[in-house]
């Protein structure tokens, strides 16, 4: 398949995405003065901004890959909730599976910014498990997707209490039921919950920790044999670990190999992952080879990379930059 074809097969794709939503809010300002009521900054505020994170963010990045994205996931029935669905809907999003409830409180992380600079983050989050009736509506909602037609299922763990190992088990077998793709970005609460699933994408933080060992990213053997113990324990298909500037590793049961960063002026590394995964599973979904999944993703990964804050990558970012490095 040519890497046009390939990209033109992201069209249309619906995929469903369960976890964690988080609303990331930015007051931005300038500081020039010290309070007179304490020893503390003031900050002039010259604007205010909202962004979605977590499974939100991996939701936009599969629309502006040419996807249709579907969300399944749990929020409060509160402001921030309701901007989270504004910020779906707009992007074309399918929130039919989102379940909104007044007893629950929606993530929010909020940043101030001062002279370009973060200062402070505010918190404000619910980690408990969603309970066992949350669980079943959540399951309905997917199954009805489920029969409309979806070709993969995104797993975005934050440990923030959406994804409990009875959804993850039950998600998991009702995708072996109906032939459906299952790709995970894991936090460590569940690392070892994904027995079965086709592509795991852990960093190399999360796969240290997960683990409990030392692994060196300079050393491929080291890598691997950290990804042997790791099939061993949740016998997935694809192993797809992200190693920031050392790049990315990749293995399935028959062969493993290793993609180097590409250099890039690097603005902000956070919500690369979001990036990566996303077309991960578009590649994969579209029958990308192995080598392919891994160039391609480092791609986006390397794209998001160089812009500030939480962003998402273009469809047309991603061919033009993969035709340029990967077809000279």
Known sequence: MSLISLFDSFRGKRILVVGDLMLDSY????VSRISPEAPVPVLDKTSAEFRLGGAGNVALNLASLGATPIIASVIGKDTSGSKILDILKDSGASCSCIVEISTRKTTVKTRVVANKQQVIRIDEEQTDDISGELKNILLKNI?????????????????????????????????????????????????????????????????????????????LESIENAVNLLEKKID???????????????????????VGAHIRNIADVSGAGDSVIATATLC??????????????????????????????????????SLRLLTN
Do not use: W
Request: some cysteine; overall charge negative; charged content about 25%.
């Open 143 to 219: 199954q009805t997707e489920i029969d409309n037609g979806i070709e993969a299922i995104i797993f975005e763990d934050y440990n923030k209490g959406v994804l409990t190992e009875e959804l993850i088990a039950d998600l998991i077998a009702l995708s072996l039921k109906h032939n459906i793709f299952t790709a995970v970005d894991p936090k460590n609460k569940n690392f070892f919950a994904y027995k079965g699933v086709h592509l795991f994408k852990p960093n190399l933080k999360e796969l240290k920790e997960g683990l409990q060992t030392i692994i060196d990213p300079s050393n």
């Open 284 to 321: 994969l979904a579209a029958g990308a080879s192995l080598a392919e999944i891994a160039e391609i993703a480092n791609i986006a990964g390397g794209l998001a990379c160089e812009k500030s804050g939480v962003a998402t990558i273009s469809i047309d970012e991603l061919r033009r930059e």
């Open 236 to 258: 997935n298909k694809i192993t797809f670990v992200t190693l920031s500037e050392y790049g990315v590793f990749i293995k399935d049961q028959s062969k493993s190999m290793h």
């Open 27 to 30: 007051i931005i300002g300038n």
